[in-house]
Structure formats: structure tokens, C-alpha cells
């Protein structure tokens, strides 16, 4: 059971905007940084977000990232068929001196 | 172009060792932290190691604690994972990946670039 809880599942429309969740605690996402990663099936993750809202050259400006106290979300705007993914969110833990990933979300386009 | 190639995995009994390796490419390999990350069929990641870039820290999972250890060697810029005392619980693909800064920061590791991974089976 991971530390960082991420709804297992999520869906949207083409065109619509989705957020996935990503709640963690104090020793991480409190005072961590927090990244996302996009796994397409079959292949490696991806780098969608990095210190909490930064985005890597290459990824849309539809994808961002925003942090609040112990969590973090990832929103997804202008959802199209390709972003049908998992996606995973990390932070350090300072308790554990680890990192962690949130246990996946499934994004679904309907 | 950065590059990173997995090998070594296969199918292993348990309690047996196997020793990962990753082969860097397209950027300066001492300069960055790398760690290895692990899925499971049909679950989530699991970051297992990372060590830093001159190979000075290391830090571990709980889960491998103990029974793998991570290196690298610079000079041939290629980074290893000797996992010992196999479990079936330590099936998996194994990801090789490279930390996105080159200041190392051990609570800010984030992974820009992937290996293709290299799966690893524990069975008897």
C-alpha cells in the first residue's frame, strides 16, 4: 500500500479537463517535492512534471501541476485520446529516506 | 542523445542473485544521481536505489535493504544493481533512470530519462 494515495482510476471526455489527486503527508509531499510521471502501456514512464509545476521541454502546456500543503494534483485540460495513460506522482520522504509513488491512476477517454 | 540500456535480468530460483547492469549514453555520466526502479506485473512503480554521482551515497527501499546493492562504475559509465537472496516478490521489470539535475539533491530525485527496462523472474 503505497504512502501517496492516488484515486485508482479516472476518465474524461475528449476535450474536457480532469484532475487526478495525489495525498501524501508532512514527511513528503509536505515538504518535498512532488513529480508525475505518464506510463503508455507497455512502455517506460515519462517525465510530465517536475518540482511540483515545472514542466520539461516537450510536454503540452494541457498538463500542469500544483501543490498544496501534504497534496498535490495534476490537471490534464483538452484531455485527447493519446493521454489515456497511468500516471504516477513521487516525492521524497524524509521519514522513510525514500522515495515514493503514489499507487497509479488509470486515465480512461471516453 | 541520452541513452540508457538494461541487461542482466532473467529468470532466477529463489535465494539466487543476479547482477542488473545499465549502460549510459549521451551525457555526462558522473555528473548526475541514478537510481533503479521496479514494476511488478500489473502494478505500480517501486523506486528501489539510488546512489549519486560519484558513487559516495547510496540509499535503499526497505524491501531490498540488505539484499541489494547499487553501484556504478564512471569510467566505463554503466551502473549495476547486484540483487542477492532473490524473493518471488522481487519479479519485476527493472528500470534504469537518470536524475533530471545535475546538483545533486537526494529529496528532489526526479528521473527525466528511462531505460527500456529488463525484467526479472524469480521462480523456481
Known amino acids: 500500500q503505497s504512502v501517496l494515495t492516488q484515486p485508482p482510476s479516472a476518465s474524461g471526455t475528449p476535450g474536457q479537463r480532469v484532475t487526478i489527486s495525489c495525498s501524501g503527508s508532512?514527511?513528503?509531499?509536505?515538504?518535498?517535492?512532488v513529480y508525475w510521471y505518464q506510463q503508455l502501456p507497455g512502455t517506460a514512464p515519462k517525465l510530465l512534471i517536475y518540482?511540483?509545476?515545472q514542466r520539461p521541454s516537450g510536454v503540452p502546456d494541457r498538463f500542469s501541476g500544483s501543490k498544496s500543503g501534504t497534496s498535490a494534483s495534476l490537471a490534464i485540460s483538452g484531455l485527447r485520446s493519446e493521454d489515456e495513460a497511468d500516471y504516477y506522482c513521487?516525492?521524497?520522504?524524509?521519514?522513510?529516506?525514500?522515495?515514493?509513488f503514489g499507487g497509479g491512476t488509470k486515465l480512461t477517454v471516453l | 542523445e541520452v541513452q540508457l540500456l538494461e541487461s542482466g535480468g532473467g529468470l532466477v530460483q529463489p535465494g539466487g542473485s543476479l547482477r542488473l547492469s545499465c549502460a549510459a549514453s549521451?551525457?555526462?555520466?558522473?555528473?548526475?544521481?541514478m537510481s533503479w526502479v521496479r514494476q511488478a506485473p500489473g502494478k505500480g512503480l517501486e523506486w528501489v536505489s539510488a546512489i549519486s554521482g560519484s558513487g559516495g551515497s547510496t540509499y535503499y527501499a526497505d524491501s531490498v535493504k540488505g539484499r541489494f546493492t547499487i553501484s556504478r562504475d564512471n569510467s566505463k559509465n554503466t551502473l549495476y544493481l547486484q540483487m542477492n537472496s532473490l524473493r518471488a516478490e522481487d519479479t519485476a521489470v527493472y528500470y534504469c533512470a537518470k536524475d533530471l539535475s545535475m546538483v545533486y539533491a537526494i529529496r528532489s530525485l526526479g528521473f527525466d530519462y528511462w531505460g527500456q527496462g529488463t525484467l526479472v523472474t524469480v521462480s523456481s
Open positions: 518540482r511540483n509545476n
Open positions: 508532512s514527511s513528503n509531499i509536505g515538504s518535498n517535492y
Open positions: 513521487a516525492a521524497w520522504d524524509d521519514s522513510l529516506s525514500g522515495l515514493l
Open positions: 549521451g551525457f555526462t555520466f558522473s555528473s548526475y544521481a
